[in-house]
């Protein structure tokens, strides 16, 4: 059974910090492509931020220069380290793996960015 497991959101502040983890089981995780996306109120899902089973990384605009993804092949983990958090990050973010023939989401975890 295939799982991913997203956790770390929260309320902060402006200019404040999250890290969100997503967990991995089930696949052989080391040939997936894993990404974040976020989906805010009214809006279309989209995609943050990517790194390939090669450890390359993408970042949709926006997010460049304050959010880093990494990942961990032995822990099966995937991370979206997030600072100097905006309003407008505020959104479900979800965790997706894809290895081509296969697609998986995780349930979202809930991210705002308030004062």
């Known amino acids: 059974q295939v799982q991913l497991v997203e956790s770390g959101g929260g309320l902060v502040q402006p200019g404040g910090s999250l890290r969100l983890s997503c967990a991995a089981s089930?696949?052989?995780?080391?040939?997936?492509?894993m990404s974040w996306y976020r989906q805010a109120p009214g809006k279309q899902r989209e995609l943050v931020a990517t790194?390939?089973?090669?450890?390359?990384?993408s970042y949709i605009d926006s997010v460049k220069g304050r959010f880093t993804i990494s990942r961990d092949n032995v822990k099966n983990t995937v991370t979206l380290q997030m600072n100097s958090l905006k309003p407008e990050d505020t959104a479900v973010y979800y965790c997706?793996?894809?290895?081509?023939?296969?697609?998986?989401w995780g349930q979202g975890t809930q991210v705002t960015v308030s004062s």
């Open positions: 997706n793996g894809n290895d081509y023939r296969h697609d998986y």
């Open positions: 089930g696949i052989f995780f080391g040939v997936y492509i």
């Open positions: 790194i390939t089973e090669g450890y390359s990384t």
